[in-house]
């Protein structure tokens, strides 16, 4: 048996930002100069939590989230720069402690997914209420191919140790049984969400302070036995919201480009006023790019590729992004999709919904949400919606 894995720095070839300025200045390992992929953007040399801007922007390369997040902003001065950067990294791993994760005891997810099956349900905060309001309107317009509730199946399949440090060496292809039993857990019709006035009596374990609501209607969400969430597919997306926010509030931040893994935003403008080149990476080599989105403004750019995050059995590639019809890896033609627009949570989900329904259904349903997508197929060609076409340039 032949195994590969891929470590959190693989995340980083999700896409390639490209903004001029960063060239002498260090942006790390992972973003690349115009001068073509594969040559580095600067030395390279920042170590995750160190900063630099010697002749323009602010840039620096931490992790939170489990990927990799540089920042570049430009700012009226280094102080401010430095001061939203660190509350940037703050705001995401806040993000992961409180909400998202399924892993920490401390996370609003975590503590849901205890309760399955409880008569009394959880409280949910008010931001992750809207969270998996959008989520179930994503599964129904999606026909169920993006869906939340896939958590036993994701991991049973042990998907983030694929990314983790701790290697795939022991792992086994789940069996068709344990697939069909996880699958049985699954099903964003079978959960239930009930509006609560969550003035109401908190219950033990449940606490409505502690999750954050306060006081306004609220989503109780009940969860059938055996089921849990896992919001893998938008988390990033929800810290994408989360940043805009953060960066309006700053008037003295003129402009920033920020890359979380798959997910990249950017946000007003460069003192020279020519627009962000963001690169879209090339899952047939993921040091390359297949071409170049020039953007002017606030947008967020989500990929979604089998080259994320996989693991190879004797030549067969198990990726992360999973059928809700079978709870495998998703069959697909499409090797990588990317969204572009302005909301970041709806441009997370979809990227991973249009892989999993291929370029025509994908194409009909990002054009109900207003949304640019582009599809890299398994044969190399490239389809995109006309939007999209305006501001990609190929390499
Ligand atoms: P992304 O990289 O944004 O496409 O998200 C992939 C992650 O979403 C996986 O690692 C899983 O945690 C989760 N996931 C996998 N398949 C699905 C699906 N069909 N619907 C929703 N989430 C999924
Ligand atoms: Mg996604």
């Known amino acids: 048996m032949k195994l590969f894995f891929r470590t959190v720095m693989t995340a980083l070839a999700a896409a390639i930002i490209l903004c001029c300025g960063c060239a002498d200045t260090g942006a790390g390992r992972t973003a690349q100069s115009e001068n073509g992929p594969g040559a580095e953007d600067g030395k390279g040399d920042s170590p995750p939590g160190v900063g630099k801007n010697s002749a323009g922007p602010w840039q620096c390369v931490d992790t939170a989230m489990g990927t990799v997040v540089q920042q570049t902003i430009y700012a009226a001065d280094q102080e401010t720069a430095q001061d939203v950067s660190a509350q940037a990294m703050e705001l995401l791993r806040e993000l992961e402690r409180e909400r998202i994760s399924w892993r920490l005891e401390t996370s609003e997810v975590y503590r849901a997914n205890a309760l399955a099956g409880s008569e009394e349900g959880f409280l949910l905060s008010e931001e992750l209420s809207g969270l998996l309001e959008s989520c179930l309107l994503l599964w129904e317009r999606s026909e169920g191919a993006f869906d939340v509730t896939l958590g036993t199946v994701t991991r049973l399949w042990d998907i983030d140790r694929w990314a983790g440090e701790s290697g795939t060496e022991d792992f086994r292809i789940p069996g068709k049984a344990a697939v069909e039993q996880a699958l049985s857990t699954c099903g964003s019709d079978r959960l239930r969400l009930v509006e609560e006035d969550s003035a109401a009596e908190p219950e033990e374990g449940n606490d409505p302070a502690e999750s954050g609501v306060s006081g306004e209607t609220h989503l109780r969400l009940f969860l059938p036995e055996g089921m849990q969430l896992d919001l893998g597919a938008v988390g990033k997306g929800l810290a994408m919201e989360k940043l805009i926010t953060l960066l309006e509030e700053r008037p003295n931040v003129s402009g920033a480009v920020i890359s979380l893994g798959g997910s990249i935003l950017t946000y007003g403008g460069k003192p020279d006023g020519t627009p962000w080149r963001v690169g879209i990476v090339d899952p047939f080599d993921t040091s390359e790019s297949v071409g170049i989105l020039t953007l002017e403004g606030q947008w967020c750019v989500s990929t979604s590729g089998d080259y994320e995050r996989y693991v190879e059995v004797d030549g067969v590639r198990y990726h992360h ?74 390499r």
């Open 321 to 394: 992004i999973l059928d809700p019809k079978t709870g495998a890896p998703a069959a697909s033609d499409v090797r990588g999709v990317t969204i572009l627009m302005k909301d970041g949570l709806v441009s997370d989900g979809l990227s991973t919904a249009c892989y999993i329904l291929g370029p025509e259904k994908g194409m009909t349903l990002a054009e109900e949400y207003g949304a640019e997508a582009l599809f890299v197929m398994s044969d190399g060609k490239i389809e995109m919606s006309e939007g999209m076409k305006q501001c990609f340039m190929k």
